[in-house]
Nanobody, 112 residues
């Protein structure tokens, strides 16, 4: 059984930064790629970033490239998303993903 719990969301002004963290339980964490997705009100859930099982490869949505950084610590079973230069359009609920498993989401609100 895999459980994912996100934290670190909040309210920030445009140009600010937030760091999201996802804590995973279950023995399979270190064997799989992990990802972050987000869903804004009235929109579909979209891909944000992903990182390979060993952490050596990552990829990003064009909309966040150069501003967001994904990282993982397999010893601690965590995957983080550092978000810099935040924009109002980054406002969404952010979800951690591992294969078919999802966290409950954490709200990020960026004010203009």
């Amino acid at each position: 059984q895999v459980q994912l719990v996100e934290s670190g969301g909040g309210l920030v002004q445009a140009g600010g930064s937030l760091r999201l963290s996802c804590a995973a339980s279950g023995r399979t964490f270190r064997n799989y790629a992990m990802g972050w997705f987000r869903q804004a009100p009235g929109k579909e859930r979209e891909f944000v970033a992903a990182i390979s099982w060993g952490g050596g490869t990552s990829n990003y949505a064009n909309s966040v490239k150069g501003r967001f950084t994904i990282s993982r610590d397999n010893a601690k079973n965590t995957v983080d998303l550092q978000m810099n230069s935040l924009k109002p359009e980054d406002t969404a609920v952010y979800y951690c993903n591992l294969r078919t498993h999802w966290g409950q989401g954490t709200q990020v609100t960026v004010s203009s």
